[in-house]
């Protein structure tokens, strides 16, 4: 019985080679370029099962038709001499590939995002952060498209991070981003937080003079057992040393695909001294964006470069969902409305908003724009197709991709993410307080949150004694609170990595002396279009100050009321106020702060928010959020 099931398989065995057995010379159709039939029988050359069109790499990337053309000449010649194909077949292959036009175009992936923020732990400081190893895993599946691509960043890819990445002075960012295999990074005006120095150093490595959690990497990432810098390019065509006159990195980066080369042009808003600390930008000047990118034109296009892409951190807004544009509006929009129409497409950033838009240049022709949002949330995916004759870009093709907190891990970064956390562990878990409840940052019609009641709170009480600036009344920008402050059950604790990670930037207190008339000022100038502010920034205010504005007022007529304690604010009267060393120095466009007078310096805000919560043993409640009233 078993010889007789032995026999049964070998037979079946045998009859199942022979199925699949190639005979030389059988085929079933002719051999195909694209669409382009050639005439010639897809022929089994050998055992091996090879065919005739097996040989010929048509579905490869060819990087001109030429280069295709020559590939079949020279496969071709070899089958026709050792007589596998006849010189009628070879001729009829090569008229064939030819007419195909397989190499006169190229396709080209980009990978592109913005405003990353150091958010490489995954659900700190939000809960939809997928951290940056879900964040590779996608580009890793992106690249696996297409081996001809390129990763770009918009900028903001530092500063504003999340304890984890903070801490080591976003040293833990770049490296991560050496891992994943970034190309170009356009600076941001976060990148400026630290300084023209400190950037220097995040692009050619080296340990910061000062700080110990400098250099703390692992030691595949760092080169000398110091921390290695960027091993991408940061671009900065807009941003020019004031003693050289020289921009402070190159203005654009180049990527060959296959002799076809593109251009990405990188920049940052040229507001970025409104928004950033003075020390911040100290020396360096900022052009014009789409003036910038128009002057460069002329330079690619001497070097026969006509694919041109254009990395900014500047933005707008649109509504549509992430790949929506309806109703696009904001600083990006006149932006490209002044563009060369050389430039085949915008890869947008600054204002943390997915969209997916078609903008008309200069010449009234639509150019694709995009923004993938913020903090890893998701990710552009770009087509470019390019004609390899005349080099340039002739389509492109863009849609907005969710990373997801449910995407796999990429174990290529686990290490890393788990090697600075374990490192920030005891800073960050440290116990500074307790709260009630969870405290948003979320603003109601009036521009009012709870965590800025709060925040303005815990500065007017480290301010206002004899000896610490005797403040009447504290201000707080709503771009320096950058996430929620979380409830942790049972029992409330907030640890300093959740302060952290609601103000990361270490700015210290500043009290000074202002009139009435000039607080009024510095509230009129909060709305977009007025004294120069470029978007609506509602400041914070503390506890005893209440005041209320009508929205459809003109510019500085909208601030109909000033109370301070229940007393009308006398324009003619002196004020101790506090705000953060960013207002202090003209940040966010309030430049009226920077005419105060008698100034203290005072703790920085973490250490003052920590004071606070220890003053408030039972816990801190959420404001109130009835300090401004919009008419």
């Not at 918009?154 to 770049?174: H, Q, R, V």
Request: charged content about 20%; some cysteine.
């Amino acid at each position: 019985m078993m010889r007789m099931k032995f026999l049964a398989l070998a037979v079946a065995g045998a009859l199942s080679q022979a199925a699949f057995a190639c005979t030389p010379g059988t085929y079933t159709e002719n051999v195909l370029f694209g669409s382009t039939d050639t005439r010639v029988p897809n022929r089994v050359l050998d055992a091996s099962c090879a065919t005739v069109d097996s040989q010929i790499k048509d579905e490869d990337a060819w990087g001109n038709q030429a280069a295709f053309i020559a590939h079949v000449s020279t496969v071709t010649m070899s089958l026709q001499k050792s007589g596998r194909i006849s010189a009628l077949e070879r001729a009829r292959l090569l008229t064939a590939a030819r007419a195909s036009q397989i190499g006169t175009t190229l396709k080209v992936k980009l990978i592109a995002f913005n405003d990353f923020h150091g958010y490489i732990k995954p659900f700190e400081g939000s809960s939809s952060n997928p951290g940056v190893t879900r964040f590779s895993t996608r580009i890793k599946e992106l690249k696996a498209q297409n081996p001809l691509h390129a990763v770009v960043s918009a900028g903001d890819m530092i500063g504003a991070s999340p304890l984890t990445s903070a801490l080591f002075k976003d040293e833990p960012t770049i490296e991560a981003m050496n891992r994943i295999g970034i190309d170009f990074n356009a600076v941001g005006n976060h990148e400026f937080d630290e300084g023209k120095d400190e950037l220097l150093r995040m692009q050619h490595g080296g340990n910061h003079p000062t700080d110990a959690y400098s250099g703390l990497g692992m030691n595949e990432d760092l080169e000398g057992g110091e921390f290695a810098g960027a091993k991408f390019r940061f671009l900065a065509a807009n941003v020019h040393d004031s003693a050289t006159g020289t921009t402070v990195f190159p203005g654009y980066g180049v990527k060959d695909f296959l002799g076809n080369k593109v251009a990405f042009i990188g920049m940052t808003l040229e507001g970025t001294p409104t928004i950033v600390s003075p020390s911040g930008v100290a020396g360096l000047q900022f052009g014009d964006e789409a003036d910038t990118v128009n002057a460069l034109i002329p330079q690619l296009k001497a070097q026969g470069i006509e694919s041109v892409v254009v990395l900014i951190h500047e933005g707008g807004a649109a509504s549509g969902g992430i790949n929506g544009c309806t109703g696009v509006s904001g600083p990006i929009v006149n932006i490209v409305n002044r563009l060369d129409p050389e430039v085949d497409l915008v890869i947008s950033g600054h204002t943390h908003q997915a969209y997916n838009c078609l903008i008309n240049n200069a010449a009234g022709l639509p150019v694709r724009v995009t923004s993938g949002g913020q903090y890893a949330r998701n990710l552009t995916d770009i087509d470019l197709t390019i004609d390899t004759r005349s080099r340039d870009v002739i389509a492109v093709a863009a849609n907005n991709l969710t990373t997801g907190t449910a995407t796999a891990e990429d174990a290529a970064l686990t290490d890393l993410v788990a090697h600075y956390d374990n490192l920030s562990a005891e800073p960050k878990a440290r116990v500074i307080g307790k709260i009630t409840a969870a405290i948003s940052r979320s603003q109601n019609a009036a521009g009012e949150s709870a965590l800025g009641d709060v925040i303005a709170d815990a500065q007017l009480d480290a301010t206002h004694d004899v000896g610490t600036g005797e403040a009447v009344a504290a201000f707080m920008n709503p771009g320096g609170i950058r996430a929620d402050l979380p409830f942790n059950a049972p029992d409330g604790n907030v640890t300093y990595g959740d302060a952290f990670t609601v103000q990361p930037f270490g700015n210290s207190l500043v009290t000074m002396t202002l009139n009435g008339a000039q607080i009024k000022t510095l509230l009129e100038t909060q709305f977009a279009g007025c004294n120069g502010q470029s978007s609506q920034r509602i400041l914070q205010v503390s506890v005893g100050f209440n005041y209320a504005y009508t929205a459809a007022n003109a510019c500085n007529e909208r601030v109909t009321s000033m109370t301070i304690n229940g007393v009308a604010v006398d324009p003619a009267a002196s004020y101790r106020v506090t705000v953060n060393s960013f207002l202090a120095d003209g940040g966010d466009g309030f430049a009226v702060l920077k005419d105060g007078s008698e100034r203290l310096g005072g703790a920085v805000d973490t250490d003052a928010f920590e004071t606070y919560l220890q003053a408030n043993p039972s816990g801190v409640a959420p404001g109130p959020r009835d300090r401004i009233t919009r008419n």
